[in-house]
């Protein structure tokens, strides 16, 4: 939406949300689509809501913790090649639905190693999460490796290795040696988090493209 709207002129940002400070106001959005659905409204409706959040009610301040213009993020992606490398912003297709563009990006992945982990820190100081808790720093994590699906299965269930990309991480938010444990943790845990939310879209992808060839040869 960010893509569309800047090239249709306009100036759209990116807000970081702490949704933890939303308790009780956010629902998936897909569930709540099915609901509607089945009670037999918007039976038209193409929208499916896949990957995205309902949050019904006013976002408090409090609950905002950085705005970015989309502009800075696209600059950043053209002027650091792995930061580019992680958003692929050109196999964005600003009309196609999440499903769709959330496939195409997880049939042409990326894996995680030094260098990606690199730039997701550098990422993420760009966001001014640079000092974030280490809490917002996973869930961060956890979001732009799912939603831009960073394959992390050769490296995941190798401690130290992802020690090592944790460090890779930490060096690039430039932020005092305070809490460098804690932080590799939440690396660690938002790759881990995020991995297994990938793990269940490769499944789906796989169920869905075997249901079709199925069909096929029955025709």
Same mark, same amino acid.
């Given at each position: 939406? @960010? ?17 933890? $400070?939303?308790?009780? /106001?956010?629902?998936?959005a897909s569930a709540v689509i099915r609901k509607v ?6 039976? &038209? ?17 409090? +609950? ?12 950043? @992606? =053209? ?5 580019? @490398?992680?958003? %692929? ?6 009309? +196609? ?13 990326? %894996?995680?190693?030094?260098?990606? =982990?690199? +730039? ?11 000092? =974030?808790?280490?809490?917002? !720093? ?6 732009v490796v799912d939603g831009f699906a960073?394959? +992390? ?11 090592? !990309? ?19 943790? =939440?690396?660690?845990?938002?790759? &881990?988090? $995020? ?6 879209? %490769? ?5 869905? /493209? ?10």
């Amino acid at each position: 939406m @960010a893509k569309r709207s800047a090239e249709e002129g306009q100036t759209p940002f990116i807000a970081m949300i702490d949704l933890t $400070a939303l308790k009780g /106001s956010t629902y998936s959005a897909s569930a709540v689509i099915r609901k509607v659905k089945r009670s037999g409204d918007l039976p &038209e409706m193409r929208y499916k809501g896949t990957a995205e959040l309902l949050i019904w009610g006013e976002i408090p301040e409090t +609950a905002i913790l950085n705005i970015v213009p989309y502009t800075e993020i696209e600059h950043l @992606a =053209a002027t650091t090649p792995a930061v580019g @490398a992680i958003l %692929r912003l050109d196999l964005l297709d600003p009309n +196609a639905r999440t499903y769709y563009l959330h496939k195409d990006l997880m049939m042409k992945p990326v %894996r995680l190693d030094p260098a990606t =982990a690199t +730039a997701l820190g550098q990422l993420a100081d760009h966001c001014y999460l640079g000092l =974030a808790p280490p809490a917002q !720093l996973s869930t961060f994590i956890q979001s732009v490796v799912d939603g831009f699906a960073i394959d +992390a299965t050769q490296v995941l269930h190798d401690d130290k290795i992802m020690h090592k !990309l944790g460090m890779y991480f930490l060096n690039a938010l430039n932020r005092p040696n305070q809490d460098d444990g804690a932080i590799i943790n =939440a690396f660690i845990n938002g790759v &881990e988090t $995020a991995n297994e939310s990938l793990e269940r879209s %490769r499944r789906s992808l796989v169920s869905r /493209s075997r249901s079709r060839s199925g069909r096929k040869r029955g025709v």
